[in-house]
Each structure stands twice: as structure tokens, then as C-alpha cells.
């Protein structure tokens, strides 16, 4: 089954420890992307890779890290996570090129509250 | 760079009726807008997209509308289902030939169909 998938799905954390929420496609698609979803916010995109090696920050990068070491995976890191990092957290991929090859396919979320 | 507001941000329709959700962006260069449906629990899904060269584009219950001089876009869903509520989220980019689009997202809108 062509999918998207995040883990933890939910992860209650403290101030300061350092985490890392995976994402894996198993769709092949050259376009990776983390969001995090805030109420009242809608989706703010975090980070994104256009392909292996190639990242870039998004509108809220600040306090997080990406890689893409290899195609399937994006991994999200928060190297010293603050309360304000509390929030929904959604992967997403997308193939390369074309008109009709735009749709983001989401993972289903991590909730993450830090304390 | 590109900014989408949504509205309204709640909506309350009884099964059957019909549902309106707009969006509008501010960037003219903008070519793309899709919208994706988010039911609890689950990561957005996209459900219908328009681009700039048209004006309207259905499927069964949905359709989208694009005003470009005014840069104005909606959601209709017809003939409401209780399956119809869920979190929608619009959004718009540019889409450059070759490769995936950067979303900017709106801020949702809640759809309750009550029966």
C-alpha cells in the first residue's frame, strides 16, 4: 500500500531532550516536507527536500532540523525541544514535475506536547 | 511571499444543503490551488485542484471555483453528507514546470453536517 509513515504517532517529551519524529514514503517521490498544525494556524511547512541531500527551510524552521540521507526517509529533529514546539506534526510527500503530479500525500501526524 | 486566508472558520450546515468555503491569496503569480479534507484523527487528503488557466472544475458533489482578477477562490459541496464533515484546508502556490509546488496553506475551515 502506497503511504506515508510517522513515529511516534504521539510523544509527551520535556524541555530540552532531544528528539527525532521519522517519516518514511514508500512511493518513490523526490519532494519531502514536514508541517505543523496549530489551531487557528492551519498548516505552516517547516522544512522541505526537493531530493536526496537537497533541503530547505520552510516558513517556521526555527528549533528544528531535517536530512535526507536517503530517498524514502526525512527524519524531523528537534535538538533541544521548548514547550512552544507542542503541536501536530505531519510529513508529507509529493513526485517531481508535471501538471498532474502535485498532490501531497500526508502521513497521519504526531502529536507531540513537551513539557 | 504568498499569504491564503480562509473562511469561515467553522460552518454548520444541516444534511443536503449546500457548503461554501472561500479562500484568497495574494500573490498573483500564484497558478495552483488545491484543497485538501482532513477527517480526525487522519492527515489532510486532497480532494480537488484548479489551476490558473481555468475557471471552474467539478467532481460529483464538489467543485472549485477560481476568480483570478480578484484572486478569489471556493469550495462548494453539494447535497452535504455527514461523511462531508471533516477540517478543509485550501491552499495556493506557484508551480513551476518540472517540479512539486510549496503550499501555503489557509488556516481551515470545520464543516459539520448534522442531520
Known amino acids: 500500500e502506497a503511504q506515508v509513515t510517522q513515529n511516534p504517532r504521539y510523544l509527551i517529551t520535556v524541555t530540552g531532550k532531544k528528539l527525532t519524529v521519522t517519516c518514511s514514503q514508500n512511493?518513490?517521490?523526490?519532494?519531502m516536507s514536514w508541517y505543523r498544525q496549530d489551531p487557528g494556524l492551519g498548516l505552516r511547512q517547516i522544512y522541505y527536500?526537493?531530493?536526496?541531500?537537497?533541503?530547505d527551510k520552510g516558513d517556521v524552521p526555527e528549533g528544528y532540523k531535517v536530512s535526507r540521507k536517503e530517498k524514502r526517509n526525512f527524519p524531523l529533529i528537534l535538538e533541544s525541544p521548548s514547550p512552544n514546539q507542542t503541536s501536530l506534526y505531519f510529513c508529507a510527500s509529493s513526485p517531481r514535475g508535471g501538471e498532474s503530479k502535485n498532490e501531497q500525500f500526508f502521513g497521519p501526524g504526531t502529536r507531540l506536547t513537551v513539557l | 511571499g504568498e499569504n491564503v486566508e480562509q473562511h469561515p472558520s467553522t460552518l454548520s450546515v444541516q444534511e443536503g444543503d449546500s457548503a461554501v468555503i472561500k479562500c484568497t491569496y495574494s500573490d498573483s503569480a500564484s497558478n495552483y490551488f488545491p484543497w485538501y479534507k482532513q477527517e480526525l484523527g487522519k492527515g489532510p487528503q486532497l480532494i480537488i485542484d484548479i489551476r490558473s488557466n481555468v475557471g471552474e472544475k467539478k467532481d460529483q458533489r464538489i467543485a472549485v471555483t477560481l476568480n483570478k482578477t480578484a484572486k478569489h477562490f471556493s469550495l462548494h459541496i453539494t447535497e452535504t453528507q455527514p461523511e462531508d464533515s471533516a477540517v478543509y484546508f485550501c491552499a495556493a502556490s506557484i508551480e513551476p514546470a518540472g517540479t512539486a509546488s510549496k503550499l501555503t496553506f489557509g488556516t481551515g475551515t470545520r464543516l459539520q453536517v448534522t442531520l
Open positions: 527536500s526537493m531530493n536526496v541531500e537537497v533541503t
Open positions: 512511493m518513490n517521490h523526490e519532494y
